[in-house]
C-alpha cells in the first residue's frame, strides 16, 4: 500500500523568501510518480510539478523545485521567492505505474505568506 | 480551452436522497476520475473512467457509482446520502497514460442535512 506523509499542518513565510514543504512517502513499487497541487480557498486543485521515481534530475517548474531524495523517500516542494498568491493549501501526491493507478494524498500543508 | 467544468457548484441534500454530479473533462482528454475530499483532509480517490469503463475504484461503498459518456463527460451518483457523505467533490481529467497530471475542476459542494 502506498502511503504519503506531509508532517507541517502549517507554515508561515515571509514574502520573497523561500520555503520548503515536507512530503516522505512509502511504497515498495520500483516506478512510481510524484505530484504537487496546490489549493486554494476556491476549492480548484492547481498542479505545479512532476517528478518520476527514475528521473535522476529533481524537476523545477518556474519558482517551484521539487528536492526528490529517493533513498529517503521524501519529495519536498521547495518555492522560491514566496509571493501572496501562493496562501493555499498545498498537497503532495504519488501513483504507481502499470496495474492500479489509484492515486494516493498527503493531508496537505497550509502555507500563509506575509507581506 | 476550457478547463475541468464541474456542475453544480454547491448542493444541499438530506439524508437518504440521491445526487448525481456532473463532470467536463478539459479539451483533449479521455479519462476521468472522481474525488471525496472532507474538510481538512486530502482528497480521496473514488473511481476513474476510460473509454466509459470504471477503470480503477478506491475504498467507497457500491451507492457510488458512476458513468462516462462517449464525449468523455462523466457522472457521479451516490445513493442513500448520509451525513458523512458531506464533503467537496472533486473530479480531475487526464490522459490516459499514467504519469501524466491531472487537471481538476473547481468541485461541488455537497452537504447533507
Known amino acids: 500500500a502506498q502511503k504519503i506523509t506531509q508532517t507541517q499542518p502549517g507554515m508561515f513565510v515571509q514574502e520573497k523568501e523561500a520555503v520548503t514543504l515536507d512530503c516522505t512517502y512509502d511504497?515498495?513499487?520500483?516506478?512510481?510518480?510524484l505530484f504537487w497541487y496546490k489549493q486554494p480557498s476556491s476549492g480548484e486543485m492547481i498542479f505545479l510539478i512532476y517528478?518520476?521515481?527514475?528521473?535522476?534530475q529533481n524537476a523545477t517548474e518556474g519558482r517551484y523545485s521539487l528536492n526528490f531524495q529517493k533513498a529517503r523517500k521524501s519529495a519536498n516542494l521547495v518555492i522560491s521567492a514566496s509571493q501572496l498568491g501562493d496562501s493555499a493549501m498545498y498537497f503532495c501526491?504519488?501513483?504507481?505505474?502499470?496495474?492500479?493507478?489509484?492515486?494516493?494524498f498527503g493531508r496537505g500543508t497550509s502555507l500563509i505568506v506575509h507581506p | 480551452d476550457a478547463g475541468v467544468t464541474q456542475s453544480p457548484t454547491h448542493l444541499i441534500k438530506t439524508r437518504g436522497q440521491q445526487v448525481t454530479l456532473r463532470c467536463s473533462p478539459k479539451?483533449?482528454?479521455?479519462?476521468v476520475s472522481w474525488y471525496q475530499q472532507a474538510l481538512g483532509q486530502g482528497p480521496q480517490f473514488i473511481f476513474q473512467?476510460?473509454?466509459?469503463?470504471?477503470?480503477q475504484r478506491g475504498n467507497f461503498p457500491d451507492r457510488f457509482s458512476g458513468h462516462q459518456y462517449p464525449n468523455y463527460s462523466s457522472e457521479l451518483n451516490v445513493n442513500a446520502l448520509l451525513l458523512g457523505d458531506s464533503a467537496l467533490y472533486l473530479c480531475?481529467?487526464?490522459?490516459?497514460?499514467?504519469?501524466?497530471?491531472?487537471?481538476f475542476g473547481d468541485g461541488t459542494r455537497l452537504s447533507i442535512l
Open positions: 501526491a504519488m501513483r504507481r505505474s502499470g496495474g492500479s493507478y489509484i492515486p494516493t
Open positions: 517528478q518520476g521515481s527514475y528521473d535522476e
Open positions: 473512467y476510460y473509454e466509459e469503463e470504471e477503470r
Open positions: 479539451s483533449g482528454h479521455d479519462t
Open positions: 480531475a481529467s487526464s490522459l490516459g497514460q499514467w504519469d501524466q497530471p491531472q487537471h
Open positions: 511504497t515498495s513499487d520500483q516506478s512510481y510518480g
